[in-house]
T-cell receptor
């Protein structure tokens, strides 16, 4: 089973709203990732959690706030977003954090529209 | 800056033909390489991974890696219309980081 789930599938929010994206995996993976993907562009890494600790923050604006409550869950809290933040937000997980052979498996994504 | 380069396409092949997708990367220390398929509006789906020089086959898919030339390719045999998608080459450069190419759009004509 290589399933990563994400909720919601779609989200429309205003620039003053606060919302959260959720990601869950039950594969025992110890690394989880948030990516942002704009249309016709490759995924861009935002954050990496390894063993529930934040390992990488790719200079993401503070209006995006990640949280890893436990080894199976990953959240992305959104506040005061801008229209240019509209994108597909992808969660991924991998089994062996930091391994040269780590393989990432993606969830279905949350399509976010900021009005 | 570490980069992964792909021809954006579109690459158009007739049904039943072999589709050849290519990728080059700049970080000579990269150790693992991945091909993802992404249908429009969907998330990337892992097709193949390869770590060692040479060929790796899985069904209709063959990944080829040449670390000396910093080149990785994906061959799709007996291409089907359902293979029409964007194929992303991804390279693990270490430290949890995987860099994605911009993707090659493949069209398989029935």
């Amino acid at each position: 089973d290589t399933e990563v789930t994400q909720t919601p599938k779609h989200l429309v929010m205003g620039m003053t709203n606060k919302k959260s994206l959720k990601c869950e995996q039950h594969m025992g993976h110890r690394a989880m990732y948030w990516y942002k993907q704009k249309a016709k562009k490759p995924p861009e890494l935002m954050f990496v959690y390894s063993y529930e600790k934040l390992s990488i923050n790719e200079s993401v604006p503070s209006r995006f706030s990640p949280e890893c409550p436990n080894s199976s869950l990953l959240n992305l809290h959104l506040h005061a977003l801008q229209p240019e933040d509209s994108a597909l937000y992808l969660c991924a997980s991998s089994q062996a954090p930091g391994s040269a052979q780590e393989t990432q498996y993606f969830g279905p994504g949350t399509r976010l529209l900021v009005l | 800056q570490k980069e992964v380069e792909q021809n954006s396409g579109p690459l158009s092949v007739p049904e039943g033909a072999i589709a050849s997708l290519n990728c080059t990367y700049s970080d000579r220390g990269s150790q693992s390489f991945f091909w993802y398929r992404q249908y429009s509006g969907k998330s990337p789906e892992l097709i193949m991974f390869i770590y060692s020089n040479g060929d790796k086959e899985d069904g209709r898919f063959t990944a080829q890696l040449n670390k000396a030339s910093q080149y990785v390719s994906l061959l799709i045999r007996d291409s089907q219309p359902s293979d029409s998608a964007t194929y992303l080459c991804a390279v693990n450069i270490g430290g949890f980081k995987t860099i994605f190419g911009a993707g090659t759009r493949l069209f398989v004509k029935a």
